[in-house]
């Protein structure tokens, strides 16, 4: 039996212009964390000669052509395997909180693929695979992030360009910068799940109609994401706080569905109990806020007020890994 697992992630600056509708046309540029909750994959080889797939459901079938789910179905594919597998998935954090988790699966299912046919795949190979998979394949409007911080792991800055490839760099802050980001960080869910793909899907187009509007909220978006990143590398902790904010009042004008009057309730709610900026992770319209704030127990005690769930968490640095291979 095979097991691995992806990292999920938070964005820190710079989301939306990775996907391909812009970068390919303007350059795209993000920063992005792997965090310490993961999605899991395990593969083991059944005595019966069919494949079997457990996820939100049980599939059994005689060939991988038959198969729903359709990145289980475009991997197996790709690796060239018909049949006479078992994969089955779970989560720390259920899909649809804007924690890239579609990400997260594909990479740690495509490490499981190639640990079960003995062969090695770097984490930018893997990354890209997985994007071929949802980007190519499967023609989901989404971008690279998601792929490219749970093969690649840490806190990390992308550029992604005009012709597809990616430049990927470890973000170069000090250690006690990265220790106090690590902690001041405050990750609180909203209750809501929903699907990226409607908002992704509206950037995507408005993208590629070369939107005006669209394309200048975008450019700022990656100015902010550099502004981010040079703000972390100075230690300038505060300053980065205030461009999470500057960020998120962005984003939010990006699409009417990137926010709801309750969402704004909930973030001024923390900017008046210690919160000194915050933003929606993912796409938008549920999932999770997240907060920089150096009165941790003062927002906690608000935001738990308020109804929401705290998840907290660490960095992590190994990006999509094995865990056990027996």
């Not at 090695?120 to 949802?134: G, R």
């Not at 938008?284 to 929401?308: C, I, N, P, S, V």
């Amino acid at each position: 039996m095979i097991i691995t697992r992806s990292p999920l992630r938070i964005s820190l600056g710079g989301g939306g212009t990775d996907l391909p509708s812009y970068y390919t046309e303007h350059e795209g540029f993000l920063l992005a964390a792997a965090i310490d909750r993961y999605v899991y994959i395990t593969v083991h080889e059944p005595f019966d000669d069919q494949i079997i797939l457990k996820y939100s459901r049980l599939e059994r079938v005689a060939k991988r052509t038959e198969l729903d789910h359709p990145i289980v179905r475009e991997a197996l594919g790709l690796l060239g395997i018909e049949d006479h597998i078992e994969i089955a998935s779970m989560a720390d954090i259920p899909a649809g909180t804007g924690l890239g988790s579609s990400g997260s699966f594909t990479t740690a299912l495509l490490r499981a693929l190639h640990m079960i046919r003995k062969q090695y795949i770097t984490p930018q190979a893997l990354a890209e695979m997985a994007c071929h998979i949802e980007i190519n394949l499967l023609g989901e409007p989404i971008g690279k992030q998601d792929q490219y911080i749970a093969a690649i792991g840490g806190v990390t800055q992308f550029h992604f360009h005009r012709n597809g490839s990616v430049t990927v760099a470890p973000l170069a802050a000090d250690a006690e910068t990265m220790a106090n980001l690590e902690d001041n960080l405050c990750l609180f869910f909203t209750g809501v799940t929903r699907a990226a793909g409607s908002i992704l899907k509206d950037q995507n187009e408005r993208s590629r109609q070369q939107d005006p509007a669209m394309l200048d909220n975008l450019h700022y978006t990656k100015d902010l994401g550099w502004r981010s990143k040079e703000a972390l590398e100075r230690g300038d902790l505060r300053a980065f706080a205030a461009l999470m904010h500057e960020h998120w009042e962005r984003k939010r004008s990006r699409s009417t569905g990137m926010s709801n009057s309750q969402i704004d309730s909930w973030y001024e709610l923390a900017l008046a109990h210690g919160a000194l900026g915050g933003k929606l992770i993912g796409a938008g319209g549920g999932g999770f806020l997240m907060f920089y704030t150096e009165d941790k127990q003062r927002l906690r005690h608000a935001m738990r007020g308020a109804g929401l769930r705290e998840v907290r968490f660490r960095f992590d640095y190994q990006g999509t890994s094995v865990v056990t291979n027996a």
